[in-house]
């Protein structure tokens, strides 16, 4: 192994975690997540009914979320309000995060999850998905089980895991692949995107690494949420 | 969330059964495509331009050049604009107004495809640093939604990115002379990158899903690849995959690759 990180990690390392629960009083659930710089929130709402009502869907509950970035999250200002790229995110959190809601039992009502990023370093959309696991566990939602997140990084030749934004801009040899990839506690797939060039077969391998580290994601998001128990 | 009406239950659950026995009503296989044709020059005034049918789904797809100030992390390199729009009179399910998620992914999915597979030569594409670039725009129109409108977007804007010629350009007036085209092609590489979607439907997976095959897909991977080589990929809809799940899609796209560009380098040419 002698691919060296900027920042020192090893291949299999991921930055700095902290996870905290509650961080909006406001909200029937609320979490924050954070991977070295980058910052996400998640705060929900409901369930509650669903309003026009003809979005009701009387078979299942709706998940709704929303991911957005903070104007000042990066250097360059982000114009605040919805992007074609913050709307597919929001869309991606639901696919990832729907699957282990029990959310048939909320027919006609919804579920609204906000996601904010404070500050971005890269993989805020796996962030804010995590961060949005806890907060819907925090506010009550019958979950079959947890999702953690994390953004396999192809780069040159080498796989590392939790992508950061200088990794991001790789450029030498292949350059980088980002590989944002969720997986449920029992190792199943809800959300995967790829950007890059990677082999049929390295692709097999960011999985296994994607199963391996999300693990630990897990281990920080349960401990949080334990806290949170015994305070109470 | 769903306001429109799909497929019946009682149809939706029979595509399943038939599934289970490997048959689809209309007599494929599960890994196999409907009939595609492809119809290049569709519109006189597109730099260039093709018509994608896929069964009966039908899409235009349009390319049209403009000379603007490169981005400033990419100062020597031409831009991309991928947009999609699903047409209200391609479908019942499509209204006017602006782009609602669907068109939006569609546009992403095939500008992530496009672009990460460096099929566009983009260093090529710069007339003078930090000042005056080619950008390309990629725009998507669905005439007909029978399904699938996503691999038939990606044919299209191939089919339309190959046939394209470069405006002819006015250097002392620093004006681009639309309406004529020069001889110059767009500078790609010959490895197409082709856009397949999988779809998983109870336990089995297809490619190519018509329009009430896909109402009951339960999730999707569409992947761009270009001889073994993946560029991108997303994940679609609600439904998780377990790892041997998902390597059989992988496996699938793999094959359907190589099976799609036999097709496309015929039909395309060059």
């Given at each position: 192994m002698t691919f060296k990180r900027q920042d020192g990690r090893k291949i299999d390392e991921l930055r700095p975690m902290k996870a905290k629960i509650g961080v909006v009083p406001n909200a029937d659930g609320s979490a924050m997540f954070q991977f070295g710089d980058t910052i996400a929130i998640a705060a929900v709402y409901g369930p509650k009914k669903m309003h026009p009502?003809?979005?009701?869907n009387p078979e299942k509950g709706t998940l709704r979320c929303n991911y957005n970035m903070i104007s000042f999250s990066v250097n360059d200002r982000i114009r605040p309000g919805p992007s074609r790229r913050s709307t597919e995110i929001s869309k991606i959190t639901e696919w990832a995060l729907e699957p282990v809601l029990m959310i048939k039992q909320f027919p006609n009502m919804v579920i609204d999850v906000h996601i904010n990023i404070l500050q971005a370093n890269a993989s805020t959309r796996c962030a804010g998905i995590n961060a949005a696991a806890m907060a819907l566990a925090h506010a009550g939602i019958p979950m079959k089980e947890m999702v953690s997140s994390v953004s396999i990084g192809k780069l040159d030749k080498q796989l590392v895991a939790d992508v950061s934004k200088y990794e991001e801009d790789w450029k030498e040899g292949e350059g980088a692949t980002d590989i944002p990839i969720t997986l449920t506690n029992s190792g199943k797939l809800t959300h995967i995107q790829l950007d890059g060039k990677i082999s049929f077969s390295q692709l097999k391998e960011a999985m296994e690494l994607a199963k391996k580290v999300t693990k630990e994601i897990h281990e920080i998001q349960k401990k949080a949420l334990k806290e949170i128990g015994e305070e109470q | 969330m769903d306001p429109v009406r799909k497929v019946s239950n009682l149809t939706g659950n029979r595509i399943k059964e038939y599934l289970a026995e490997g048959k689809r009503f209309d007599g494929r296989k599960p890994e196999e495509f409907r009939e595609i044709i492809i119809e290049t020059g569709i519109s006189k005034n597109a730099e260039g331009s093709a018509k994608v049918k896929i069964g009966k789904t039908e899409v235009m797809v349009g390319v049209k050049m403009a000379i603007s100030e490169p981005y400033a992390d990419s100062p020597d390199k031409g831009n991309l604009m991928v947009t999609a729009e699903l047409l209200p009179l391609s479908s019942p399910r499509y209204e006017t107004g602006p782009p609602r998620f669907e068109a939006i992914e569609l546009g992403r999915v095939i500008d992530r495809g496009i672009r990460e597979s460096k099929f566009i030569e983009f260093e090529k594409l710069c007339l003078k640093e930090g000042e005056k670039v080619w950008t390309l725009f990629i725009d998507i129109y669905s005439?007909?939604?029978?399904?699938n409108l996503l691999d038939a977007a990606g044919i299209g804007a191939i089919a339309a990115l190959k046939t394209a010629k470069i405006p002819k350009y006015d250097e002392v007036e620093e004006k681009v002379i639309y309406g004529e085209l020069s001889n110059e092609s767009i500078p790609l590489k010959k490895e197409l990158p082709i856009s397949m979607t999988v779809h998983k439907l109870g336990d089995n997976f297809i490619v190519d899903p018509t329009l009430d095959e896909e109402d009951v897909s339960e999730t999707r991977i569409t992947i761009c690849s270009s001889e073994g080589v993946i560029s991108s990929m997303q994940k679609g809809e609600t439904k998780e995959l377990t790892s041997e799940e998902f390597n059989k899609i992988l496996d699938i796209a793999e094959k359907t690759e190589k099976d799609l560009f036999k097709q496309l380098k015929t039909k395309i040419g060059k």
């Open positions: 009502q003809h979005m009701q | 005439l007909n939604d029978d399904g």
